[in-house]
T-cell receptor, first 116, second 112 residues
């Protein structure tokens, strides 16, 4: 089945130790997103790619970086994780709906990051 | 500015009863999409239902229906015949092009 895959599902890292979260998709969608979601809050968009075009949200800290080496893969790098970066990280893709003018978004299962 | 508003932080419903989760949106763009997602405690965002701004009829997907009132800018989710497995967070979202905006969510608890 076509899908959005995130690895690992659970990640524990130490304060200040760089960590990379991975996302891959078999949907061949040209848009990919990274969201941060803290407990009982809405997902917060960090950045998104339209093909190779990178779009950073204005309030995304410099500590967060992303790479998209090809259509299928997208990575989230946290250079120096702080305790406040502990959260669920959701990867999503989107495509333009057939016969419509809006996009439909597909989410991966998320990676729950713990910072010790 | 808040684009999606969900005013019910928490809701309770008796099993087998229907429940309505409220969502209002704000945009001057004539072309947009409205979505509802379910997020159980496992964290995965599960797509439930979609309504396009030009769609004339309200969307339905099984036990889910979207009460789309364009003039009032509301897109309420109706869940019929609630089940215990419906207990979860529910997020309303709007797409403008490939940008998505989420509400703060409603926590639904189904009581046996």
């Amino acid at each position: 089945d076509a899908m959005v895959i995130q690895n690992p599902r659970y990640q524990v890292t130490q304060f200040g130790k760089p960590v990379t979260l991975s996302c891959s998709q078999t949907l061949n969608h040209n848009v990919m997103y990274w969201y941060q979601q803290k407990s009982s809050q809405a997902p917060k968009l960090l950045f998104h790619y339209y093909d190779k075009d990178f779009n950073n949200e204005a309030d995304t800290p410099d500590n967060f970086q992303s790479r998209r080496p090809n259509t299928s893969f997208c990575f989230l790098d946290i250079r120096s994780p702080g305790l406040g970066d502990a959260a669920m990280y959701l990867c999503a893709t989107s495509r333009l709906l057939s016969g419509a003018s809006s996009y439909e978004q597909y989410f991966g299962p998320g990676t729950r990051l713990t910072v010790t | 500015a808040q684009k999606i508003t969900q005013t019910q932080p928490g809701m309770f419903v008796q099993e087998k009863e229907a429940v309505t989760l409220d969502c209002t949106y704000d945009t001057s763009d004539p072309s947009y999409g409205l979505f509802w997602y379910k997020q159980p405690s496992s964290g995965e965002m599960i797509f439930l239902i979609y309504q396009g701004s030009y769609d004339q009829q309200n969307a339905t997907e099984g036990r889910y229906s979207l009460n789309f009132q364009k003039a009032r800018k509301s897109a309420n989710l109706v869940i019929s015949a609630s089940q215990l497995g419906d207990s979860a967070m529910y997020f309303c979202a709007m797409s403008l092009g490939n940008q998505f905006y989420f509400g703060t969510g409603t926590s639904l608890t189904v009581i046996p």
